[in-house]
Every structure is written in structure tokens, then in C-alpha cells.
């Protein structure tokens, strides 16, 4: 066995319950194959997770992507991040291609799709995005979320609609009451005269 793979052994082990051992097993990773593409995502998802560093974060998930486009793991994570980073042109030009990677996990990809769309309140297509994760969905336990998430955005687009409708009778009302200020001072110059 390489050793490179022995030290992302260890900072696999190592994740995320002795950081300090991860961090230092991925950096020996690194320094024998700075490409790993493996060592770079979990050292990605250690800047993301626990320190809430995306930026860094996001300089690991390009240097995996710049080594090998056709490791599909790495997608789901580094779209999480940009999405957690408020990067929605990035996160959506990442899922158009993610599409088209051979083995991509394509239900979470449009879960990813989904919340993406949730993220900019676009919950019509939200719910669109969900369902069709749904039918790429290969088990129970995810189908199951996935109805989670439609049930959330479905109350989300309902308490929205709601809204929007308030806003549009709150705009009418003011046009009634101004027609009811003009009634009253016309009836009052007549009662004058």
C-alpha cells in the first residue's frame, strides 16, 4: 500500500473526532501527492465543517477538481459549500455539470438543484427540483427527506402566496379610502354651497 493512502487512512479515522490527527495525517497525504483528490475534499470539508472557513474551504474542492473531474464525490460537498457561501451562479453551473459526470449521484444533485432553488425563494421551482429527485431516489430513507424538504418549501411557497396576496389588498385598501376622503370632502363643499 502507498503511504500516501496510509496517512488518508488515518485522517479518515481520524475525522471529525480528533481534528488535530486528521489535520495532520491529510497534510503527510499532501505532502507525498498534493493532487489526492481524496485528501483534498476531506481537508475541504474540515475547513467547511469546522471552522467555517468556505472560502479556503472552496480552494480545496477547485484543487480536487483541477486534478480530476470524474470523482463524483466531490461534487455534493463542494456544492454544499457554495451554497453555504451564498454562491449561487457558481453552485449552478457546478449542478449543470455535475449532471453530466458519469456515477454522479443524481437524486442528491437535484436535491442540491432544490435547495438551491429554496436558498433564492424560488420555491415553485423548489418543489419541481424535489420531485425529481425523488424519482431518481434509489432508497426508502432518502425518499423520506426528500418529502421532508417538499413538505417545508410547499409551507414556505403557501405562507409566500398568502403574503402576496395581503400585499396586493393592502395596496387596494389605500385607493378606497382615498375614494372615501375624496366622497366626504365633495359631500362637504356641496352641503357649503
Avoid at 476531506?42 to 467547511?48: N, T
Avoid at 474542492?61 to 464525490?73: F, K, N, T, V
Avoid at 410547499?154 to 409566500?160: I, N, S
Amino acid at each position: 500500500m502507498e503511504t500516501p493512502n496510509i496517512y488518508l487512512f488515518k485522517a479518515l479515522d481520524a475525522y471529525p473526532y480528533e481534528l488535530e490527527k486528521a489535520a495532520e495525517a491529510l497534510n503527510y497525504a499532501l505532502s507525498y501527492d498534493s493532487e489526492n483528490v481524496k485528501a483534498l475534499c476531506l481537508l475541504g470539508k474540515l475547513y467547511s465543517e469546522q471552522l467555517n472557513d468556505y472560502n479556503t474551504a472552496k480552494t480545496y474542492y477547485e484543487r480536487a477538481l483541477a486534478s480530476r473531474l470524474d470523482i463524483p464525490e466531490v461534487y455534493p460537498e463542494y456544492i454544499r459549500v457554495l451554497l453555504l457561501n451564498d454562491d449561487y451562479d457558481e453552485v449552478q453551473k457546478l449542478i449543470d455539470f455535475a449532471l453530466t459526470v458519469k456515477g454522479i449521484d443524481t437524486a442528491g444533485i437535484y436535491l442540491a438543484q432544490g435547495h438551491l432553488f429554496e436558498s433564492k425563494n424560488e420555491f415553485d421551482s423548489a418543489v419541481e427540483a424535489f420531485k425529481e429527485a425523488k424519482q431518481y431516489a434509489m432508497n426508502n430513507d432518502f425518499t423520506d427527506y426528500v418529502s421532508a424538504e417538499l413538505k417545508r418549501v410547499r409551507k414556505k411557497l403557501k405562507v409566500e402566496k398568502k403574503n402576496a396576496k395581503k400585499a396586493v389588498e393592502t395596496i387596494e385598501i389605500p385607493k378606497e379610502k382615498e375614494a372615501t376622503n375624496t366622497n366626504w370632502f365633495r359631500n362637504r363643499l356641496n352641503s357649503l354651497l
